[in-house]
């Protein structure tokens, strides 16, 4: 019994003398944005549910579709060749997607001695909660593989790249493979050498870059959510006394809100560029169409007329399965941005890109 005692009056001691620790109150804008996600969170994971019974039943219907083409032949030497047909096509498709992949890592290779350099940032970890740090992820994901897929890739850089950030890298499958350089360090550590050609890209810069230097190494900054650490990017370039330049959107475009762009949508601006050395087709294949606002109907024509999708907003999209080849090129991927498209069958473990099979969201027509 008197241990009993003791032991809640030391329960009851500990309890007075710890601190209020009751939440603070959200506010009515945290609440929206919390119930928001919530409600995202939710639809993903039954789509997510969605298609992989969806994927199930087409594993077996395919099944049954070959078991049926099967027993439907006359002999069984007509069967045996059947089989033996089959074998011969998958070995064919497997030795060409080992070329492709060959020819890949040869252009990505070359790009380390003279692709244009460019240098994606990871210091703002500590600024994001760990959903902006997967989002982040999957877009550096995607960079990755656009890179792979062009005749002309840049070299790229990941700077800064520990924590939370490395643990949710080293995830994504065949990630040690990637050809990329991966530093833990900063890069003004990693290039001081170079300080003089180091030019961070950022909205907020006075500076308008009119053409891509070979010699200059571009910095994007690693950041979701930049609402909340407005001029952060162009804070630190001036702190660290290096160049600053902003791409020339507004030349070319009237964007319908802010000048931001996803990690993703200025890497690939960049390769696009360096193949087309023309801005606006690169900004009009890249830029979703509801961030441009107002378009020229005629300009649209003459531009790439491939449906572009919205990489910021999983609302107002359909679902849309289809059948693809390895090589085709897909616009979906920021995290938040690339949180709807469910990732299936994995043909090379080196670019999670290249799948037989995706589902993806399709944005609809109407602008916002």
Known sequence: MEEEKQTEQNDQNTLENQPNSQPTPLSKNAQKKLLKQQKWEAKKAEKKAQ?????????????????????????EEERLKLIESRRELRKERMGKRAEEK???????????????NIV???EFAD????????????QIMYCYAVNGRCTSPAHLWLTGCRGEMENQLQRLPG??????????????EALQDQKENLVYLTADSETVLDELD??????????????????ITMKKANEQGIQTAKLPIGSYLKMSSSQVLTVNQVVEILLKFVETKDWKTSFFQVIPQRKRGETDSEELQGVDGEELIDEDDPSEKKKQCIEVSPLRKRRETDSEELQGVEREELLDEDDPSEKKKQCIEVPSTQQN
């Open 102 to 116: 060959e020819e890949k890592v040869q252009r990505l290779s070359k790009a380390k001695e003279f692709g244009q």
């Open 175 to 188: 990630f040690d493979k990637w050809i990329i350089e991966k530093e833990s360090q900063s890069y003004i």
């Open 120 to 122: 994606i940032d990871l």
């Open 214 to 231: 070979m010699k200059k190494i571009y910095i994007v900054g690693g950041l979701v959510d930049r609402n909340r650490w407005k001029g």
């Open 51 to 75: 298609v992989k019974e969806q994927k199930k039943k087409e594993a077996e219907r395919k099944r049954k579709e070959w078991e049926a083409t099967l027993s439907s032949c006359a002999s």
């Open 127 to 138: 600024l994001m909660t760990d959903s902006e740090i997967h989002s982040l992820v999957q």
